[in-house]
């Protein structure tokens, strides 16, 4: 007789959700910070902010393609909450994005 073993993406998502839930950060933008940088940190930061945009939407839909089990009590709010997160994460990642931009457009008019 075979065991049922329960699935793996179920399982992770059971052990990984307390993990998930406290990971949300809001930090506020300032744009000063970026005013001595020069305009190759400039198009790096800008790089490294894409690919966390990337990486987070990634994310956000990975959590939104999750099947949770109809037994699970909270399931469907947990997992609305981190959707919630992962789009404030990429909402303040878009507005670093947004102020790294300005600070190109200043002082790197020859670069775009």
Known sequence: MKAIAPKPLASAFLLGLPLLVGCGSMRSVDPAQYASMNCAELNVALGELATGVTSTAISRA??????IPFWLP???????????????????????EAAIEASRKQRCPREL
Do not use: H
Request: without cysteine; proline residues 0%; aromatic residues 0%.
């Open 74 to 96: 909270g399931g469907r709010k947990a997992v609305s909450v981190l959707k919630d997160r992962r789009t404030a994460d990429i909402e303040r990642l878009q507005a670093q």
């Open 62 to 67: 990975n959590i939104s393609n999750t099947r």
